[in-house]
């Protein structure tokens, strides 16, 4: 082997094993992606660093923010939206009249909930119902950092008393809470506590669906998660066994493995190649 490929691939190694987390303590990455056919508008609140707390987001596309250790938010995706100037409506998830949400978004909406500090919370709720699959994906953390969220589709199997439609199609499904509106859906009044609210049909159902995230309001043990200094994944419509990446500072980093500095291996592989096409063997024959 020629030194020059040698010294290359011990770059790229050295590169993987040491590239751990480098973000200061004080920031966390998101990056949120929209693995959707259409365009998705996520609503973040607060949102002052996320791009304002609300924008679009066309099928493909994907957006990086950094939030302040401290931050405790949430992110859901609007659907159906039609926005000019800035001003507009969704059908699902709708946070007002502004692309720029003040304010939670309007139920039924699939929502990521994160509170960061020295050791993140976080899990994805169906407390207000479903709109879109999302999962949250957890990279470069320490501790469990599971993947969580709800990556089935709720409105394929949505309970007729529970369907969000807009022109006769159901575009989102709501909670048992927002449908019938009693303290023991809705876990409040006598029912305002774990002991005396439990788990009821619909939100079984949800739960079956979707194991990895929030079906009721006291679904804690199963449905909150933990991890310490990581960068987080927001995806729309992925499974949460699909390999998801974020690019930013010129670092590739992809669920399940490490961080590799792009250009740097750009640029190995270049020279791996021209030292093929310019020095091959004296003794090759043509």
């Not at 929502?111 to 699959?133: H, K, R």
Request: with cysteine; aromatic share 12%; charged share 15%.
């Amino acid at each position: 082997m020629y030194p020059q490929y040698f010294n290359c691939l011990l770059t790229i190694l050295f590169m993987i094993f040491v590239s751990g987390p480098r973000q200061t303590k004080c920031t966390r990455t998101f990056t949120i992606v929209n693995s959707c056919k259409e365009t998705v508008w996520p609503g973040i609140t607060p949102g002052e660093s996320f791009n304002g707390s609300g924008f679009a987001l066309k099928s493909g596309q994907s957006a990086v923010f950094t939030a302040p250790d401290g931050w405790s938010g949430r992110i859901w995706g609007r659907t159906g939206c039609k926005f000019d100037n800035s001003n507009g409506t969704c059908q699902t998830g709708n946070c007002g009249t502004s692309l720029k949400c003040t304010g939670p978004g309007d139920p039924p909406a699939t929502i990521a909930e994160f509170t960061l500090g020295n050791l993140d919370f976080y899990d994805v709720s169906l407390v207000d119902g479903f709109n879109l699959q999302m999962t949250v994906t957890p990279i470069k953390g320490k501790g469990n950092c599971s993947v969580v969220g709800c990556d089935g589709d709720m409105r394929q199997s949505c309970p007729s008393e529970l369907a969000f439609k807009v022109d006769g199609k159901t575009v989102a499904c709501k909670s048992a809470c927002e449908a019938f509106n009693t303290d023991e859906y809705c876990c409040r009044g006598m029912y305002g506590n774990p002991v005396t609210c439990h788990a009821t049909n619909y939100s079984r159902s949800f739960k079956q669906l979707c194991p990895a995230a929030y079906s009721y309001a006291f679904d804690d043990p199963t449905s909150i998660f933990t991890c310490a200094s990581a960068e987080y994944i927001v995806t729309f419509c992925a499974s949460r066994n699909q390999t998801v990446c974020s690019y930013h500072n010129n670092n590739l980093v992809c669920s399940g493995s490490s961080s590799v500095n792009f250009s740097i291996i750009l640029w190995c592989v270049t020279m791996v190649a021209l030292a093929l096409i310019f020095k091959a063997p004296s003794n090759l024959k043509v």
